[in-house]
């Protein structure tokens, strides 16, 4: 997991979904990949959120409970862990505290 990134385009326009409770920013990075930073406040019950790419996602900070499409159960995941999400696919989380990530667009 990467601490940094270098040489960036910060798209400052935040992508802003459930009354606040997700909030992230697009990054572009020199060698054309693009990835969001993001933050999931506390959650009652589960976001839903679907994809259009693959998407790898890194628990930051936090610990969070995670459905992938049509899993049956959810599967927790901590700082430093990470999951993927096929293209045109969705996911569901939930936390019960802050989570910080960054998802790599692939």
Known sequence: MSSQFDFVTVHIK???HYKGRSISYLIECKDGSKKTLGVILPTDKPLTFETHVTERIE???G???VRIAD???M???SS???FTV???SRF???SSEIVDYVCHLE
């Open 86 to 88: 096929p293209a045109n």
């Open 14 to 16: 935040p992508n802003v």
């Open 63 to 65: 610990k969070c409970l």
């Open 71 to 73: 899993q049956e159960e």
């Open 80 to 82: 430093g862990e990470s």
């Open 92 to 94: 569901s989380l939930q």
């Open 59 to 61: 628990i930051v900070s």
């Open 75 to 77: 599967e927790v995941y």
